[in-house]
């Protein structure tokens, strides 16, 4: 594959998970950008249906924790687009409890629908993401995991680390082929989920702790997924860019 001025509005986009939070803002930023795009959820939601109205974007119907979920996804998403050029796998869920009382059933919940649907949706994309210029795979990860910890999180945060192993393997074996994957990591992200599960305060004491001041916002994500969508990205694979206004950088002290 070469090098060539291929622009978004070129674009065709597959992304998982787009129907709210950080998803949906990758969706609306491939949207501006002129990008066709399918997207799936495991339901409709309001923003899904304001995307649809655009004319460029179908939203599929998908619960990624299916084995059979993630070739069905990719076919219809491809018949929808007319083929594919990026994937970005944004779906995840993140059960929260104990280690000593983690149920298996959530385990393995957390490993199929955030590493091994990543995995299955990447296979069966590559027939098309092969005849694409410029393609691209994009995994969203986290630094829950890769770089850091939570209580109760052991489930996400083994999913996450090994979805970066994947990223790495992966760029590796298909670099000579003109297909990059990387990954870009959040830290704290302010989506619904997030405000209503840490409330006002706790919203504020994440403000004080991160050096930028600020809870990200799902453009931030979305731009740097924009990035490694791009063909100035062509000489980047197997990273992963974390994107959390300093979150990691911060010692005891």
């Known amino acids: ?11 065709k986009v597959l992304v998982t998970g787009g129907t709210r ?7 609306q930023a491939f949207l501006d950008q002129g990008a066709h795009v399918a997207f799936c959820g495991r339901s409709a939601s309001e923003q899904g249906a304001a995307f649809e109205a655009t004319g460029r974007a179908h939203f599929v119907k998908s619960d990624l924790a299916s084995l059979a979920a993630p070739a069905e996804l990719v076919a219809a998403a491809a018949r929808l687009l007319g083929g594919i050029d990026v994937v970005v796998h944004c ?3 993140f ?15 957390s490993l199929q629908v955030n590493l091994t649907s990543a995995m299955l949706v990447v296979q069966a994309s590559l027939p098309h993401l092969r005849q694409a210029t410029d393609a691209r ?14 209580p109760g999180l052991s489930a996400y945060a083994s999913s996450k680390g ?8 992966a760029g590796m074996e298909l670099a000579s082929e003109g297909i990059t994957v990387n990954a870009v990591s ?3 992200i302010l989506t619904e989920g997030l405000a209503k599960a840490f409330g006002d305060d706790g919203l504020a004491m994440a403000i004080d702790k991160i050096p930028a001041h600020r809870i990200g916002a799902p453009g931030d994500i979305a731009n740097a997924i924009q990035f490694f ?3 100035a990205s062509s000489y980047i694979t197997g990273q992963s860019l974390i994107v959390d206004g300093g979150q990691t950088l911060v010692e005891l002290f």
């Open 95 to 109: 059960p929260t409890s104990p280690i000593d009382r983690q149920p298996l059933d959530d385990w393995q919940a």
């Open 91 to 93: 779906a995840a869920i």
């Open 21 to 27: 939070g950080i998803g949906a803002g990758i969706v």
């Open 137 to 150: 795979i994009v995994m969203v990860s986290s630094i829950t995991g890769p770089k850091t910890a939570l």
């Open 162 to 169: 090994g979805l970066e192993a994947f990223v790495r393997a």
């Open 1 to 11: 594959m070469t090098q060539t001025d291929t622009h978004s509005s070129d674009r």
């Open 186 to 188: 959040p830290g704290t």
């Open 229 to 231: 969508a791009s063909p």
